[in-house]
């Protein structure tokens, strides 16, 4: 096993056993009805369930755009119904994240033009490195994504976590398949690309500003 491999599970492990930083609680607190799956939860903490939703959102979203560039280039080869089986995936979390904005009545961030063109061209930009540049962006956004749902699932564990135990259920869910799509793209020879580790870095600085932003614009 390479050096490369031991570190890529090492960090897996971390993120499956919800690893490090909490985050804190937000605003005031009011009840509100989960109306698309008729959960109903008393005095939630009202800006830190938004901010979840919005960011969460916000990051399927771009995540769905990536994946739309990376079959605009890799569609038609070999792994290409790896990647649509993975976006089908990404799809349904979106959708899901779409009826907790109505159902919580959140804003979408602001950003969401851009990150649809970022999105897209990251998809692309990396895909034109092979399959093994698509993946290696795989590995890259899926590991950020899943260490920011543990941060999420913390931080809702530290509060009251009975009222929100749907919202944890789908959090949970959803980063056990990001955690999924990690392990396929480790799988298909994403520490292959060129400057891997470089390439990983420079993504997930990337989704750490971007998680940054669309929880707070």
């Not at 979106?94 to 990150?115: D, G, H, Q, S, Y």
């Amino acid at each position: 096993m390479s050096c490369a491999r031991v570190a890529a599970s090492h960090c897996l492990w971390q993120l499956r056993t919800a690893a490090r930083r909490p985050l804190s609680a937000y605003g005031r607190r009011i009840s509100v009805r989960f109306r698309s799956s008729g959960m109903t939860l008393d005095s939630i903490n009202r800006a830190a369930v938004d901010r979840i939703i919005r960011v969460d959102h916000a990051g399927e979203y771009g995540a769905n755009r990536i994946y739309a560039g990376q079959m605009a280039v890799l569609g038609r080869t070999s792994v290409g119904p790896v990647i649509q089986k993975m976006w089908d995936q990404e799809k349904d979390h979106l959708k899901k994240f779409n009826e907790l904005m109505v159902a919580f009545r959140v804003r979408p961030t602001i950003l969401m033009p851009f990150w649809n063109v970022v999105g897209f061209a990251l998809g692309v930009g990396t895909s034109l490195l092979g399959k093994e540049g698509a993946m290696a962006c795989t590995v890259a956004v899926e590991e950020s994504i899943a260490h920011h749902y543990n941060n999420q699932i913390r931080m809702l564990m530290e509060q009251e976590p009975e009222k929100y135990e749907e919202l944890l259920q789908v959090i949970r869910k959803f980063r056990d398949e990001e955690l999924e799509h990690h392990d396929i793209g480790l799988e298909h020879d994403a520490e292959l690309a060129p400057a891997y580790a470089v390439l990983k870095s420079v993504i997930q600085a990337g989704c750490r500003v971007a998680i940054y932003l669309s929880e707070r614009l």
